[in-house]
C-alpha cells in the first residue's frame, strides 16, 4: 500500500548547525508534499510544502527538496536552533484530489546547545 | 489566520461511556475536515475524512458505529467516540481544509483521551 517513511528515527545536532531530515514516499503519483514539526502535546504544525513540479522551495530557514526520480523528500532546517527540537513528519498529499494526507513515521530533532 | 481549535484540551472518561470532541476552524470556512489518532511515539493515522453536510469517509479498519463524526457546519466537526474501552486512549487530531485553498490543511492542537 502507500507508504511515506523516514530514514532516520533521531537526529541529534549542534545548536547552529544545519539540520537535514530525509524521508521517502512511495507514491509516484503524488503531487504534494508537506512537513509538519510537532511538539510534545500538540498539534503538527506546518513548516513548507512543495508540489510535484517544483524540485525546490525555501523558506524562512528551511529548504526542502524533491527528487522524484528516487521519491525523496528532504527538509534543510538552517543554523538549527533548540526550539527546532520536536518531531517532524514529512506527509503526502496523494493523487486524488480528497485532500487525504499520509504521514510519515517521524523523525525527532534533538538540538544540543 | 487558519486557526484550528479542538475542545476538550484533554479529557478522562469511564470505560463505556460516550465523549464528543469538537474541532473548529475559526477564521475560515472548512468544507472538509480531517480526523487522526495518533498513539505515543507513533505517527498519525487518518480515521476519517468530514465533508460539511454529507457523511464521513472512514479509512479502512476504523468503525464507522464507534466513531461517529458529523460535520454539521463549514466552521464544526465532531467526533464522539462511543462506548469508549482503555484501548480507546489517545492523542485525536483534527485538521481542517480552507475551501478557498485546494491543498493547505490546518491542523487543530489535540485532544488526548483517557479512558479509565
Known amino acids: 500500500g502507500e507508504s511515506v517513511g523516514l530514514h532516520l528515527p533521531t537526529l541529534s545536532v549542534q545548536e547552529g548547525d544545519n539540520s537535514i531530515i530525509n524521508c521517502a514516499y512511495s507514491n509516484s503519483a503524488s503531487d504534494y508534499f508537506i512537513w509538519y514539526k510537532q511538539e510534545s502535546g500538540k498539534g503538527p504544525q506546518f513548516i513548507i510544502d512543495i508540489r510535484s513540479n517544483m524540485d525546490k522551495r525555501q523558506g524562512q530557514r528551511v529548504t526542502v527538496l524533491l527528487n522524484k526520480t528516487v521519491k525523496h523528500l528532504s527538509l534543510q532546517i538552517a543554523a538549527t536552533q533548540p526550539g527546532d527540537s520536536a518531531v517532524y513528519f514529512c506527509a503526502e498529499g496523494g493523487s486524488s484530489n480528497t485532500g487525504k494526507l499520509i504521514f510519515g513515521q517521524g523523525t525527532t530533532l534533538q538540538v544540543k546547545p | 489566520g487558519a486557526v484550528v481549535s479542538q475542545h476538550p484540551s484533554r479529557v478522562i472518561c469511564k470505560s463505556g461511556t460516550s465523549v464528543k470532541i469538537e474541532c473548529r476552524s475559526l477564521?475560515?470556512?472548512?468544507?472538509?475536515m480531517f480526523w487522526y489518532r495518533q498513539f505515543p511515539k507513533q505517527s498519525l493515522m487518518l480515521m476519517a475524512t468530514?465533508?460539511?453536510?454529507?457523511?464521513?469517509?472512514?479509512e479502512q479498519g476504523v468503525e464507522k458505529d464507534k466513531f461517529l463524526i458529523n460535520h454539521a457546519s463549514l466552521t464544526l466537526s465532531t467526533l464522539t467516540v462511543t462506548s469508549a474501552h482503555p484501548e480507546d486512549s489517545s492523542f485525536y487530531i483534527c485538521?481542517?481544509?480552507?475551501?478557498?485553498?485546494?491543498?493547505?490543511?490546518?491542523f487543530g492542537p489535540g485532544t488526548r483521551l483517557t479512558v479509565t
Open positions: 468530514s465533508n460539511e453536510g454529507s457523511k464521513a469517509t472512514y
Open positions: 485538521s481542517a481544509r480552507d475551501r478557498a485553498l485546494r491543498l493547505e490543511q490546518y
Open positions: 477564521d475560515f470556512q472548512a468544507t472538509t
